[in-house]
């Protein structure tokens, strides 16, 4: 959380804190180009980026909660009309509150917040007809840090029995990792155990507590996100971190987990690179789930923000990105720190856009010196990046596959209830634009029908929305979002709805079976099972009933897997929600091999790696090989062996004390590495003893 405060009560210390946005009281669009490039006059015309749309690859359905923000109570604007309007016009459906770090010093029965500013009129019940009058849900943050589990039963009691606002989602804490425990204190914590253990242990007394009073609510557990500080950071004393030490505790127990993401970037194009690790940090977290029986758990993620260039394009750019990766990740809301939060510090985006260090997506109209923000709840280009989701798709909707052969494109599609698909094109290049040629797979548009184009350009003061003919391409403007959607040809789609409840009922090291619900609304001739290949679909296997067994997989992988169902006339339905199908290692073999991480710092980590010969001959001179899941790992150092890396493949060998192992199990051989992770850093899952597939633990 991020925050600066006005005059009067000091503000929370901490690595993030906030800013009151009660510090002041008080271009025109051109038309989009369709089917040519607008290049710079000395430039030649760059080839078109293909753009590939996969509708028959499904990636969940976008929720009621899914776009979300953050207010505060430090905000004397969060209630008033005009804002509302803004929020309510922005298709906001989740506001979380009582504000970040506050959550841990907020005490909601006396609207009071010891150590920081409270603004009038920023109650909890006046947040609540905040919440009613736009039509979203509460996300609420009960306190931790100097509360008490009673204390958040009292307000779920208020809440949903005496005030029947049936607020559904509670948190319980905030950043509770930065309580000090690992050495950076930010966050208020007043327990005296301030360990990951104790404060998963003091979860379920709040579970058991609020769900005494509501059994309908779900609450929700504070987690740190994979890649990011202080993902394998362990304190004295202890063999596992935050994530491994929380997640057994509350597993089966906390209805949903909650992570933060704030990038850690060296310039603008770094962040605007940036979702694309996302995937796979959300990816690692899943597997931590997996791991200790709780593969299921919803994933908030409540706070957000590309921490650069903040009120400018480019955070616009990379908040709709992140908010889609993010969703078509299974994450349930995506809430963007913040409504408000003031200026802070004055710079120059690389579009040469004034920045003001404000992290909020309204204007505070507050001053660095000379230098003022716009007027009063004037929207910043974040703002306009969450409106243009709602262009995309709405709740309901299906987000389906897309790819962009261009770096400086990325691209997200949604299958529409009515058929129709959106196609949200990034350009995230400050200079030119780019033109896209588009490419549809498992959906055929209606090529005599207008096209809808909505464009929101750099810096712009609103949505360009215009309808034109159809064409295959589309010219982005510089820096750009742009939202096209397509009418689908008529008697190309199936009536059929997707099936539904894709689940993983049986996997071992090169077999899975999934079941499904059926398909309804006209006769199934068969099933067929697809899994994702980028922008591809598979084709596993075919059934005619609800369940597929697929044979020959790669051991240790995990992989995304669709059900479709096809009818008597060959077209294909929906696609169903995606089913992630995880293989293991033999439960059998002559070799076995331990993995673990002994330690991490959020961007590196070090490893323990033990080899052991189970077959029936020794083995004198060995050859260990592995792959990164991640392509941001790399090792950096090794000892007790030679480690060398080429891409994503690792290969260890012996140094002269440890060459021979012992048949049966008779010794083992321990090396160790050090690694460094840009983004997701998962363990490595395959291992192969000079050529062996072994059995990993």
């Not at 210390?13 to 089917?35: E, I, K, M, N, Q």
């Not at 199936?494 to 539904?500: D, K, N, Q, V, Y």
Request: aromatic share 8%; with cysteine; proline share 7%.
């Amino acid at each position: 959380m991020r925050l600066v405060m006005p005059p009067g009560p000091q503000p929370l210390r901490g690595r993030r804190s906030p800013l009151v946005a009660a510090a002041s009281a008080a271009a025109l669009l051109g038309t989009l180009l369709l089917g040519g490039a607008t290049a710079r006059a000395d430039d030649p015309p760059a080839a078109p980026a293909d753009v590939t749309v996969n509708a028959n690859e499904g990636l969940g359905t976008i929720p009621g909660t899914a776009y979300g923000l953050n207010s505060a109570v430090w905000d004397a604007q969060m209630n008033e009309p005009q804002v509302q309007d803004l929020l309510q016009a922005a298709d906001v459906g989740m506001l979380r509150y009582p504000g970040g770090s506050y959550g841990d010093i907020y005490h909601w029965r006396t609207n009071t917040a010891p150590g920081g500013y409270v603004a009038p009129g920023t109650d909890f019940d006046a947040f609540m007809g905040t919440v009613k009058k736009i039509g979203a849900q509460p996300m609420l943050i009960a306190n931790y840090g100097s509360g008490t589990p009673q204390e958040a039963a009292d307000w779920v009691r208020y809440a949903n029995v005496t005030k029947g606002y049936g607020a559904k989602f509670w948190e319980v804490g905030n950043e509770l990792y930065g309580n000090g425990h690992y050495g950076s204190g930010w966050e208020q914590d007043d327990h005296a155990d301030k360990s990951p253990a104790a404060y998963a242990n003091n979860v379920l007394q709040y579970v058991s507590a609020m769900k005494a009073v509501d059994p309908t609510v779900k609450v929700g557990a504070v987690l740190t996100m994979p890649g990011n500080w202080p993902d394998g950071v362990m304190a004295d004393g202890e063999s596992a971190d935050w994530n491994h030490t929380v997640i057994p505790l509350i597993a089966g127990k906390a209805d949903f987990v909650i992570v933060h993401w704030y990038p850690s970037t060296s310039d603008t194009a770094q962040m605007l690179n940036t979702p694309s690790q996302l995937a796979g940090e959300l990816g690692q977290l899943k597997d931590q789930l997996t791991a200790a029986g709780a593969g299921d758990t919803p994933i908030a993620l409540t706070e957000v923000n590309g921490g650069r260039d903040v009120d400018t394009q480019p955070n616009a750019l990379f908040g709709a990105d992140a908010y889609l990766t993010a969703l078509q990740n299974g994450v349930f809301t995506v809430d963007w720190w913040d409504t408000h939060n003031g200026a802070q510090q004055i710079s120059t985006s690389p579009n040469g856009a004034t920045d003001y260090g404000d992290w909020g997506v309204l204007s505070s109209a507050n001053c660095v010196g000379t230098v003022c923000e716009p007027a009063l709840n004037t929207p910043f280009p974040p703002y306009y990046a969450i409106q243009m989701l709602s262009r995309l798709g709405r709740p309901g909707d299906r987000m389906v596959g897309a790819g962009s052969g261009a770096a400086t494109v990325a691209a997200h599609a949604v299958r529409r209830a009515n058929g129709d698909l959106s196609v949200l094109l990034i350009n995230k290049d400050p200079s030119a634009a780019r033109t896209v040629a588009l490419h549809y797979t498992g959906f055929t548009p209606d090529t005599s029908a207008g096209v809808t184009v909505d464009t929101y350009r750099d810096q712009a003061a609103a949505i360009d929305t215009v309808t034109s003919a159809y064409s295959a391409q589309q010219t982005l403007p510089p820096y750009s979002l742009t939202t096209v959607t397509l009418h689908p040809k008529a008697g190309t789609g199936s009536a059929l709805t997707a099936p539904g409840a894709p689940r993983v009922t049986a996997a071992g090291d090169t077999t899975a079976t999934v079941s499904w619900t059926p398909s309804t609304g006209g006769a199934v001739t068969r099933y067929e099972v697809y899994r994702q290949v980028g922008t591809v679909s598979e084709l596993l296997a075919d059934s005619t009933g609800t369940s597929a067994t697929v044979h020959n997989l790669t051991p240790g992988t995990t992989f995304t897997w669709n059900v479709l169902a096809r009818d008597a006339n060959g077209r294909l339905s929906p696609p169903s929600d995606p089913v992630t199908v995880r293989t293991g290692t033999p439960a059998h073999s002559t070799c076995q091999v331990g993995y673990r991480t002994t330690a991490g710092w959020g961007n590196g980590f070090n490893a323990e790696v033990t080899v052991t010969n189970t077959g029936p001959s020794p083995i004198t001179g060995w050859t260990l090989a592995f792959a990164f899941p991640s392509a941001g790992e790399s090792v950096s150092g090794f000892w007790n062996s030679k480690v060398t890396q080429t891409g994503r493949q690792v290969v260890a060998t012996p140094v002269d004390w440890n060459a021979t192992l012992a048949a049966n199990g008779g010794n083992s051989a321990s090396f160790g590495f050090t690694g460094a992770n840009d983004g997701a850093a998962p363990p490595p899952t395959v291992f192969t003893l000079n050529g062996t597939v072994c059995t990993t633990t």
